[in-house]
């Protein structure tokens, strides 16, 4: 799996992340609702249903313990707490997750919501080495967790690095990993805006942070002989990912027909609510006040919630708004996440 590099010491394989959609953001926003839409825009709705889809039995890496990895891998997450749920499917045209096992395609995955602009026939996350091995574990959860919105943790640009760049590019661009220049910029040294990053602390012991070897980087000195591989999910890994996919509420608070509900939220916070209505026809569900926000309904369906429709309004001058059938005494759940708000701060939710 690892080569010595052109420096002499073992150089792993590394994940090459494709790289993430910016959004076009308006000249005339304000810093504060262009810095949420960044930290928001590639985090999931809490409480979705990711469902995946394996589109080979291991390809030409293994069989099916890769596969398996991989399960684990997700659970691993879920075992958090954590609200969102993973769901295996045979249908990849029924998944936001399609995996693949190609040695040639090395290992990545795209990050959160960008899943959803990829064709249902192709892959959004490959494995290009043996999950089975320590490292190979750790791959498994590294490209689950940007399968759920979580990006380089060595491209915080709250680390600090100064990389030895001409040393990087001669590193990675020899055996095992063989990339061009563009990959290396792309996945190792470009830095992350500060609107994108949660808090200001860089976690080296995150499972997003790749190992480095000897060489690498300048600064700060106590990473010039490298950083060690990570195999788990770090302290800052679990704390991080609860606050973006909170444990959900047994029950939500029920919305009613043409009664508008005040939301109190901060950026990245989300209201949940159900909605039962009272005859089947078509409704218009929607957000009241100045503010962006996503705003997604979900259908219960034999005890899952299935995607319905979703609407996002951020960086645009309108509320969000949901035109949808709704049917008599069926369970319906709508979920608001906060990007910001200003003018005076009041957003509502109604049905009608």
């Not at 002499?8 to 790289?19: E, K, L, M």
Request: hydrophobic content about 35%.
């Amino acid at each position: 799996m690892n080569a010595p590099s052109a420096s002499g010491t073992i150089t792993p394989r590394y994940c090459a992340q494709p790289p993430q959609t910016q959004p076009v953001l308006r000249p005339d926003l304000s810093p504060g609702r262009s810095r949420a839409i960044l930290l928001v825009r590639a985090k999931w709705v809490n409480g979705t249903v990711l469902h995946y889809a394996f589109l080979d039995q291991g390809g030409d890496i293994g069989g099916p313990e890769q596969l398996e990895e991989v399960r684990r891998a997700f659970q691993a997450w879920k075992n958090l707490g954590i609200g969102l749920e993973f769901k295996e499917v045979t249908d990849p045209t029924e998944s936001e997750i399609r995996i693949a096992f190609r040695e040639r395609d090395g290992s990545a995955s795209y990050v959160g919501r960008d899943n959803l602009l990829i064709g249902t026939n192709e892959a959004t996350m490959t494995f290009g080495w043996d999950l089975t091995t320590p490292y190979g574990k750790a791959t498994a959860l590294h490209e689950t967790g940007h399968a759920i919105g979580f990006a380089h943790e060595h491209q915080n640009p709250f680390a600090g690095i100064q990389w030895n760049e001409a040393k990087v590019y001669e590193d990675l661009g020899g055996p095992p990993n063989n990339w061009p220049h563009e990959v290396t910029f792309e996945n190792i040294l470009r830095k992350l805006s500060k609107d994108e990053v949660t808090g200001s602390d860089w976690d080296v012991h995150s499972i997003m942070e790749y190992s480095f070897g000897p060489g690498l980087i300048v600064r700060p000195e106590a990473y010039r002989n490298g950083i060690p591989e990570t195999l788990g999910l770090s302290a800052s890994d679990k704390e991080r990912v609860l606050q973006w996919y909170p444990p959900l509420a047994a029950q939500p608070a029920r919305l009613e027909a043409f009664q508008s509900t005040p939301l109190q939220l901060a950026t990245g916070d989300q209201a949940d609510f159900e909605i039962v209505p009272p005859e089947t026809r078509s409704y218009e569900i929607g957000t009241f006040g100045n503010s962006d926000v996503v705003l997604a309904l979900f259908e219960r369906v034999d005890g899952e919630l299935q995607f319905v429709t979703a609407d996002d309004d951020s960086g645009q001058d309108r509320n969000g708004r949901l035109t949808v059938k709704l049917v008599k005494d069926h369970s319906y759940v709508a979920r608001a996440r906060l990007y910001s708000t200003w003018g005076s701060g009041s957003i509502a939710l109604m049905y009608w």
